[in-house]
């Protein structure tokens, strides 16, 4: 084999422009946050060490498959990159495995998708284009080394690899333990090695299920024992107020607080929930929260459902929706309730069709029970006033009292609507989605103002009470730029939690001491507070929540990243801030938020126990609905 000296071998050119740009799509296409010197080597570090390790490997093999190994691994590895890149700017997170298997969902998104796109992307498959061609020419360009050398070549990698976990280890102690947060761990060691890793905990996870045992089940219960307050429902005052009413529960989407008394143009956003939430029926939580995480909506159902966390990685309504629950929809059953869930999509997408029928919904009118046009329908499918106007039939039919949940649509991203339906200008930023953010709202808002209408016109009204929540945000980090302009302040962390703020309304008909509750309250708190107002005490269950209405506020919210609000601090990234002023708490003072971060953490932990060990198949929740 002849080869001139001065030739640079293929995989070596491979791995420079490989990791180049990798690096530059890091630095410039992500939003990552890069704080120092140290983060900055570690990022331009990273991708050469890990593009040289799927590349050195070719040297192991013989010319002409090296040369096809590394143009299918350069064009595989970019796949992959770009498709983070995508799903980065849709959701500002990274790809775990449970999610690549929400197809359904994947094929959903289509319409955004080319919302998605930037004609700088290209720049991804450039350096692939380069490979390609150099890898078919005549000159050859591979290598063919001793077994001495081949060994010294993979050395390197290994040098490689240990060099960046020390150095990610020294800058982000503790990293692959604090694994939730993967912006962490992309920066510090790649989105390659991010996925190697992402594989090992799955696998570990599944594992999970089968190596749990009854035990684990009393360290959950001991645990809710200790910390819950021993507060009997019946000593807080709504207790059964809405005893035998409906339930008429509305999940409004990607719906923030900050929409609420919004002005766009001094054109009101939202006035029918601005009266709503001040109206002598409505108590409405100011401070609630979304606890959601990569499942989005289907993480906002399972939370209010289940009052367990969601998973730090994919979507329980996908990786366990055969596990044993003591769910909100079974327990109502038992209590003599008709429960259905209303929503104008396909019915498997979250898994719904499979997880609703775990969890003892009686019906799911999907997106078949409705007539769809043209005429009623964009974006993501039918209209929002269209979906409310044509449920009514179906309310009308439940046996009473009913349970029915309805999960809105059209306020969905990219919240694009026909002109003809906006009622609210356009939002000024460099923004596209902020600036159709509140279209969508406003759009909502009306729907909701309708339905309302319509419920009252069938008389469903009085003999109901309805609640309103948002599911989870709308606007991610990613347009806190514009964001800062639209609230006119910069968004550190405390803003982005106070950020996570949705509306949380419970309207009673009737009722006449409607007030404005300022409690730190989140999701995870909404199943024991309906079942608090329906007057259903369950003798056992197992809840991380609490009821709202109780007196107690030595509570938190906890989210799923770790960052907590109570009454007193916010906690995020690491800094303590005080929460009524807003203010990093600095020396001595930070570690306040130490022993709440604890427990806040251990929390977190055994409501995944729960979940990957499908402990509560060990429970008995006297209910016999039960296995
Ligand atoms: C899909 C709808 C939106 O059916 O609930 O889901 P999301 O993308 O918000 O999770
Ligand atoms: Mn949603």
């Known amino acids: 084999m002849q080869r001139k000296h001065l030739r640079m071998p293929l995989f070596v050119i491979a791995t420079l422009?490989?990791?180049?740009?990798?690096?530059?799509?890091?630095?410039?296409?992500?939003?990552?946050?890069?704080?120092?010197?140290?983060?900055?080597?570690?990022?331009?570090?990273?991708?050469?060490?890990?593009?040289?390790?799927?590349?050195?490997?070719?040297?192991?093999?013989?010319p002409k498959r090296q040369m096809k190994y590394l143009r299918w691994t350069a064009l595989i590895g970019s796949l992959v990159l770009f498709a983070n890149l995508i799903f980065y700017r849709n959701f500002t997170d990274f790809i775990t495995i449970p999610v690549l298997f929400q197809g359904n969902n994947a094929a959903d998104?289509?319409?955004?998708?080319?919302?998605?796109?930037?004609?700088?992307?290209?720049?991804?498959?450039?350096?692939?284009?380069?490979?390609?061609?150099?890898?078919?020419?005549?000159?050859?360009?591979?290598v063919s080394l001793p077994r001495s050398g081949k060994i010294a070549a993979t050395a390197v990698t290994f040098l490689l690899l240990a060099g960046n976990v020390v150095l990610?280890?020294?800058?982000?102690?503790?990293?692959f333990v604090r694994a939730f947060d993967r912006e962490y761990l992309v920066k510090n060691i790649g989105i390659y090695n991010y996925h190697l890793y992402d594989m090992t905990m799955q696998t570990k996870t599944r594992a999970q299920r089968v190596m749990a045992d009854e035990s684990e089940i009393s360290e959950v219960e001991t645990y809710l024992d200790e910390h819950s307050p021993d507060l009997k429902g019946e000593e807080a005052d709504l207790f059964g107020i809405a005893e035998?009413?409906?339930?008429?529960?509305?999940?409004?989407?990607?719906?923030?607080n900050f929409l609420l008394d919004s002005e766009v143009n001094g054109t009101e956003t939202t006035p029918f929930l601005n009266d709503l939430k001040e109206s002598k029926d409505t108590i409405w939580f100011e401070n609630f929260y979304h606890q959601t995480a990569q499942g989005k909506t289907s993480d906002s159902e399972f939370i209010v459902e289940n009052s367990l966390y969601p998973l730090g990685r994919g979507a329980v309504y996908f990786t366990h929706a055969q596990n044993e629950y003591n769910?909100?929809?079974?327990?109502?059953?038992?209590?003599?309730?008709?429960?259905?869930?209303f929503h104008a999509n396909n019915k498997t997408f979250w898994n719904r069709d499979v997880m609703y029928d775990n969890?003892?919904?009686?019906?799911?009118?999907?997106?078949?029970?409705?007539?769809?046009?043209?005429?009623?329908?964009?974006g993501w499918g039918l209209e929002d006033k269209a979906f409310f106007e044509q449920s009514i039939k179906y309310l009308q039919s439940q046996d009473k009292p009913f349970y029915s949940k309805f999960i809105t649509l059209t306020h969905h991203?990219?919240?694009?609507?026909?002109?003809?339906?906006?009622?609210?200008?356009?939002?000024?930023?460099g923004s596209n989605t902020l600036n159709h953010y509140f279209q969508t709202a406003r759009y909502t808002d009306e729907a909701l103002e309708k339905f309302f209408e319509q419920l009252k016109q069938s008389g469903i009204y009085e003999d109901s009470i309805i609640v309103l929540m948002g599911d989870h945000y709308g606007i991610s980090e990613y347009h806190n730029k514009a964001m800062s302009q639209f609230l006119g302040k910069e968004i550190d962390g405390y803003e982005h939690v106070q950020l996570q703020r949705v509306p949380f309304m419970v309207h009673i008909p009737g009722y006449e001491g409607g007030e404005i509750k300022e409690k730190v309250v989140g999701q995870i708190d909404v199943k024991p507070t309906l079942l608090h107002l329906l007057g259903i005490e369950e003798e056992?269950?197992?809840?991380?929540?609490?009821?709202?209405?109780?007196?107690?506020?030595?509570?938190?919210?906890?989210?799923?990243?770790?960052?907590?609000?109570?009454?007193?601090?916010?906690?995020?990234?690491?800094?303590?801030?005080?929460?009524?002023?807003?203010?990093?708490?600095?020396?001595?003072?930070?570690?306040?938020?130490?022993?709440?971060?604890k427990q806040v953490d251990q929390e977190l932990k055994l409501s995944d126990n729960v979940i990957y060990g499908d402990l509560f198949r060990f429970y008995d929740f006297g209910n016999s609905n039960n296995k």
């Open 359 to 378: 969890i003892g919904y009686d019906q799911f009118y999907g997106e078949q029970s409705f007539q769809v046009t043209p005429e009623n329908s964009f």
């Open 109 to 142: 998104l289509t319409g955004s998708f080319l919302t998605l796109l930037h004609w700088e992307d290209i720049i991804i498959f450039l350096d692939v284009a380069i490979i390609w061609y150099l890898s078919k020419q005549k000159f050859d360009l591979s």
């Open 413 to 429: 991203f990219p919240f694009e609507l026909p002109e003809e339906k906006a009622n609210i200008d356009l939002y000024d930023s």
């Open 244 to 256: 035998d009413k409906n339930v008429i529960f509305v999940s409004v989407e990607s719906f923030q």
């Open 327 to 341: 769910a909100l929809p079974e327990i109502l059953n038992n209590n003599g309730y008709q429960t259905s869930v």
């Open 17 to 62: 422009l490989f990791g180049l740009k990798t690096y530059i799509v890091y630095r410039f296409m992500f939003d990552l946050s890069i704080e120092n010197a140290m983060q900055e080597f570690i990022l331009f570090m990273n991708p050469i060490a890990s593009a040289y390790l799927i590349f050195a490997i070719s040297v192991w093999l013989n």
């Open 540 to 597: 056992k269950d197992l809840t991380f929540g609490e009821n709202m209405f109780a007196d107690q506020e030595d509570d938190f919210v906890a989210f799923r990243n770790g960052s907590f609000v109570n009454e007193e601090y916010i906690y995020t990234d690491g800094v303590c801030y005080d929460r009524e002023t807003g203010d990093p708490l600095e020396g001595e003072q930070s570690e306040a938020c130490a022993p709440v971060k």
């Open 168 to 175: 990610a280890e020294v800058e982000r102690p503790m990293l």
